[in-house]
T-cell receptor, first 113, second 115 residues
């Protein structure tokens, strides 16, 4: 089984809809991250969480919110989706004792029509 | 603040040829530097990382990178390309010396390997 899983893997939605992307991990890592990937722009950090009670905004948090339900689960929500949120979204985990080595999930491809 | 520039969004080589993917960084503090690889329809995998120890870093699959402070570079090389190396490669930088995994990624370089 994969250590970092993301659901759904693909999602098509309409402008204005609320959508949640979920990330689960079995690695026992305390840190989790959400990134979006756009062609030619690399990955950009949306939110990150160092533990269940610690959530921080990344460089592009506007239009997104997150919830850290447990150490193993970190969800990303789009309250009212818009077309320019069409992208590939990645969740990543990191062990505090091994900083900066991040382990990525397989990604969720989101299309907002 | 830190940033990463990858020179060349696409690189094409023949199988068996040298692979050279270029990465330049800027950082206000001594950086940690990384190369990640993304195969089609997969997440990113760590190839190698520099964390202020040896300047020549060896990674998986025969890749290596050299940290050159004077040139603010961290180029990725492999002596002989294999078809399986075809993927997108990302260079990333993080403020060094902190347990603070906030990576800044470059825009990526797509490597194509021709038979």
């Amino acid at each position: 089984d994969a250590d970092v899983t993301q659901t759904p893997r693909n999602r098509i939605t309409k402008t204005g809809k609320r959508i949640m992307l979920e990330c689960s991990q079995t690695k026992g890592h305390d840190r989790m991250y959400w990134y979006r990937q756009d062609p030619g722009l690399g990955l950009r950090l949306i939110y990150y969480s160092f533990d269940v009670k610690d959530i921080n905004k990344g460089e592009i948090s506007d239009g997104y919110s997150v919830s850290r339900q447990a150490q193993a689960k970190f969800s990303l929500s789009l309250e009212s989706a818009i077309p320019n949120q069409t992208a590939l979204y990645f969740c990543a985990t990191e062990l505090a004792g091994d900083p900066d080595t991040q382990y990525f999930g397989p990604g969720t491809r989101l299309t907002v029509l | 603040a830190q940033s990463v520039t990858q020179l060349g969004s696409h690189v094409s080589v023949s199988e068996g040829a040298l692979v050279l993917l270029r990465c330049n960084y800027s950082s206000s503090v001594p950086p940690y530097l990384f190369w990640y690889v993304q195969y089609p329809n997969q997440g990113l995998q760590l190839l190698l990382k520099y964390t202020s120890a040896a300047t020549l870093v060896k990674g998986i699959n025969g890749f290596e990178a050299e940290f050159k402070k004077s040139e603010t570079s961290f180029h990725l090389t492999k002596p002989s390309a294999h078809m399986s190396d075809a993927a997108e490669y990302f260079c990333a930088v993080c403020p060094g010396g902190t347990s603070y995994g906030k990576l800044t990624f470059g825009q990526g370089t797509i490597l194509t390997v021709h038979p």
